[in-house]
């Protein structure tokens, strides 16, 4: 069993920037998927950024992409996912997922019904 645990949210004004981590412990494989998902009041869960940590490919939702990077340190088991250029419908909670028993693929990295674990989120509000 996997424990994950988010960190970094808070309130911050448009433009600004926050760096979330999420922070594996338990049975962790070496390659695995994580990944950032969010959802916002009254939206459905929206994937944010992936991340294979067995080879570091990456995958960015388009509405994110050039803004939110995603990353890790193995040897902490942690993910991070740097947030600039933050916007206001970037407001959300933001959730962290692991998928144990495979990498990330294209097809399916953003379904959250693929993933089996998942951490208690972490708020992020941007003020315009």
């Known amino acids: 069993q996997v424990q994950l645990v988010e960190s970094g949210g808070g309130s911050v004004q448009a433009g600004g920037s926050l760096r979330l981590s999420c922070e594996a412990s338990g049975y962790t494989p070496s390659r695995r998927c994580m990944t950032w998902f969010r959802q916002a009041p009254g939206k459905e869960r929206e994937g944010v950024a992936a991340i294979n940590t067995g080879g570091g490919s990456t995958y960015y939702a388009d509405s994110v992409k050039g803004r939110f990077t995603i990353s890790q340190d193995n040897a902490a088991n942690t993910v991070y996912l740097q947030m600039n250029s933050l916007k206001p419908e970037d407001t959300a909670m933001y959730y962290c997922?692991?998928?144990?028993?495979?990498?990330?693929?294209?097809?399916?990295?953003?379904?959250?019904?693929?993933?089996?674990?998942w951490g208690q989120g972490t708020r992020v509000t941007v003020s315009s």
């Open positions: 997922a692991a998928q144990l028993r495979s990498d990330c693929y294209s097809r399916s990295w953003f379904s959250g019904e693929w993933y089996n674990a």
